[in-house]
C-alpha cells in the first residue's frame, strides 16, 4: 500500500491510495475509476489530497477557499506522477514475482507426483 508524502508550499500532504480516494474519484468524475488520460492523473492526485488530509492538514486557505488547486505547481504534479511511477512499479515487481512463485510451485508439484 502507498504511504509517501510530497511537500506543497512548505506543507506536507499524506498520498495513501485506498477505497475513499476511488470514491471520491468516482463521485466527482461521475463514472467508474479508470485513470485514462492527464486530467483523470490530477483528478487522482487532487483526490488522494482530499481523502488523506481533509482532517490533520487541510488544504484551505484562511478565507474558507480551496487553496490547493492554486498552489500546485507543474513540478508538484511531476513529482506525484513520479511517486506513482515507483509506486506501480514496485507493485508491478512484486506480482510478476508472485506469478513465477506460482508458477515454480505448480511445476514442482507436477514433477513430484510423476
Known amino acids: 500500500m502507498l504511504n509517501k508524502t510530497i511537500k506543497i508550499n512548505e506543507k506536507e500532504y499524506t498520498l495513501r491510495n485506498s477505497m475513499r480516494v476511488e470514491m471520491i ?9 479508470d485513470i ?3 486530467n483523470d492523473w490530477r483528478l ?4 488522494m489530497i482530499k481523502a488523506n488530509n481533509d482532517y490533520d492538514k487541510p488544504y484551505y486557505s484562511e478565507d474558507g477557499t480551496e487553496s490547493f488547486l492554486d498552489e500546485v505547481s ?3 504534479f511531476a513529482s ?3 511517486i506513482m511511477t515507483e509506486y506501480f512499479s514496485g507493485e508491478y515487481a512484486r506480482l510478476k514475482e508472485d506469478d513465477k512463485k506460482k508458477v515454480k510451485k505448480k ?3 507436477k514433477q513430484a507426483k510423476s
Open 107 to 109: 511445476r514442482t508439484s
Open 36 to 38: 485514462k488520460d492527464a
Open 25 to 33: 474519484f468516482e463521485y466527482i468524475k461521475g463514472a467508474p475509476f
Open 74 to 76: 507543474n513540478e508538484d
Open 44 to 47: 487522482y492526485f487532487y483526490c
Open 80 to 82: 506525484f506522477i513520479n
